[in-house]
């Protein structure tokens, strides 16, 4: 048996009190060996004038015991407060977001009887690592960041996941017919982790027709492996579409710190009524279980739980406001955990009962560093700052400045080439990006580049911001414009 473990905990806002104290309860009923530290986070912080919700002393806390399990909060209204969510991911290194959307039917109505599906989705990368630009007065930009490091973290963690839960299939989700650099990075790294579980099927959708298909077939996935965005989006829908956002719970995964919790908010409108359904996270709960190492509790909990939920003993949410013909008893908060309580040790008979095994802490390996290529520069984008005119002058003004070993090769306008050869119908903006290369063969130093700017600053043309071209054993490292 193991030791008792020390977690974090945060009561946070509107029902989240209400809730944690029903969680709390089970999880010590149940023989949960849990030592909790207490900290404060979320309104009160927030409007004590500290804009990211949480102090120092509840930090040094959550890195001490490396566990938090979290209710949530309130983030007050007006501009200036940083989402604890986004602070404590980042703090911590959440790398994984994990998702389980399961559908609990006939006893929670649902559009999608039997759904089981579990999304991972990736936490730190993407368009959400919070870089973007406002160049010029037309156009602004938001980088994608993908990582060969962040693509190997998560991918291995839902294969990992999907063999520690004896789970079949995994799925991945990216639009790498598109952003075949970003996104054809992240697919083929999920191929490269995937060839070392053959046990496990693999496929691989493109996001929009993937979304879809989860939505209308949810029974067709098993685990979902994406990047962050489309994680997001689709992670709400899956937990919506199994009828059961108040009953989700999720964990955010790191190389060394996990947080647990409900996917929903703080419901301040049902605060302090002893009527929230403490479910989300309670089930956030039984994720934390397994993941210190306590599984025998986290089954108890879950399977108690279930049988809950089976018995008809429901909080108002779930009754529908007596519309739910399984509802045998509308119950509040604290009469629900007591209802889990009394059945601890009971399994299910008609939902499915689960079974949880001992999970290794870590599941992360030291992944290798990305494959060895001949690198190589091999021009660069000057992207200008200059009003929407006539392509070819443009053209002219930036020929001017070529030389030196470099020529202009193309200039593209919100990402369509309109030099050479405009097309009619293109919008143009105020931002033109212009690509300069060698003639074919030739070797570009940064000097080259460097002269090439100052001549542009000579000529009175406003470079916004440029990016160095880089091939990979003589493959592009960059798109090509179209025709290029
Ligand atoms: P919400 O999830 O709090 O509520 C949406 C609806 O679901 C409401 O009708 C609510 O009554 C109901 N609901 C939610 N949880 C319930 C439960 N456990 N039992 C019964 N009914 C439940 O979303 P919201 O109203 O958009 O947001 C309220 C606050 O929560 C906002 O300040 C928001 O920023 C915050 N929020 C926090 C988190 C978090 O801490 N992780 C997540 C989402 C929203």
Redesign the pocket.
Known sequence: MSQVVPITVAR?????PE?MDATLFILKEAGARLAIEEIEI??KVYLRGNTAGIEKEAIESLLRTKVFL???????QGGGFKS??VTTRKLLGLYANVRPCVAYDPFIPTKHPGMDVVIVRENEEDLYAGIEYFHTPDQVQCLKVITYGGCRRIVRYAFEYAVRNNRKKVTCFTKDNIMKLTDGLFHRVFDEIGAEYPQIEKEHWIVDIGAAKLADTPGAFDVIVMPNLYGDILSDVAAQIAGS??LAGSANIGREYAMF??????????AGQN???????LMGAVMMLVHIGQPEVAERVHNAWLKTIEDGIH???VAKEGKNPYTKQQVG?REFAQAVVERLGQKPQQLKAVSYAAAPQNVQKDEPPPPAAKRELAGVDVFIHHPPEDPNRVGAMMQAVAGDGLELVMISNRGTKVFPDPLPATLLCDTWRCRFQPKAGAAVTPRQILSLLERCVGAGIEVVKTEHLYTYDGKPGYSLGQGQ
């Not at 919790?261 to 049902?270: C, L, Q």
């Open positions: 946070g806002d509107g029902i989240g809730i979320g309104e979290k209710a949530p909060i309130t983030t007050p604890l969510n956002v108040g919790e409900a996917i929903h908010g703080s419901a301040p409108r049902r009527l929230a359904n403490p479910s989300g996270l909080t108002y949410d908060t």
